[in-house]
């Protein structure tokens, strides 16, 4: 009972953007966080569904090569701005089968501190389309679940301006 507890918890947390009770942890493992957005061709496994045969797009790897973010709303902004999207397409390396969902934990970082508290993101149905708005600007660490898969991404949230 306290196990399917803790997971419906969890669960919940992840589903909707969280407001994290207690206090942050002061560190993390892991390194600094870095954004590595790549703005050339995609490589080869990104490519299905584009038109063109060298599509250049704004992407970024994760760490373990499982699953990439195509971004289709570079830069990325905290706040989101009011014309343009945080739009990511989730891809993973290898194709899911069945029913799944991407699920995100969030942290913005300086350096490889923790710094506010994690936040959570659901992509039902995913790693697919999304919209990831987070609600500062800086460098966030994303630990991403999805099929009995995991990875890490570091990605820079920009201020809005006006």
Not at 32 to 46: E, F, I, K, M
Not at 95 to 102: A, F, R, S, Y
């Amino acid at each position: 009972m306290r196990a399917a507890l803790a997971t419906a918890a969890l669960a919940a947390t992840l589903a909707v953007p969280a407001m994290a009770a207690g206090p942050t942890p002061p560190a993390t493992t892991g390194g600094p966080c870095v954004s590595h957005v790549q703005r050339g061709v995609l490589p080869a496994w990104l490519r299905a569904g584009f038109s063109s045969p060298r599509p250049r797009i704004p992407h970024a790897l994760a760490a373990g090569g499982r699953i990439a973010g195509i971004i289709f709303g570079d830069p990325l902004t905290s706040p989101p701005r009011a014309t343009v999207s945080n739009k990511i397409l989730w891809v993973p390396r290898a194709p899911v089968t069945g029913i799944t969902d991407l699920r995100i934990s969030a942290q913005r970082m300086r350096g490889g501190r923790m710094v506010g508290r994690p936040v959570g993101r659901l992509v039902r149905g995913g790693p697919g389309p999304s919209i990831i708005d987070l609600p500062a600007a800086g460098c966030w660490r994303l630990t991403l679940r999805w099929a009995g898969h995991t990875d890490r991404l570091d990605l820079r949230y920009i201020a809005a301006l006006g």
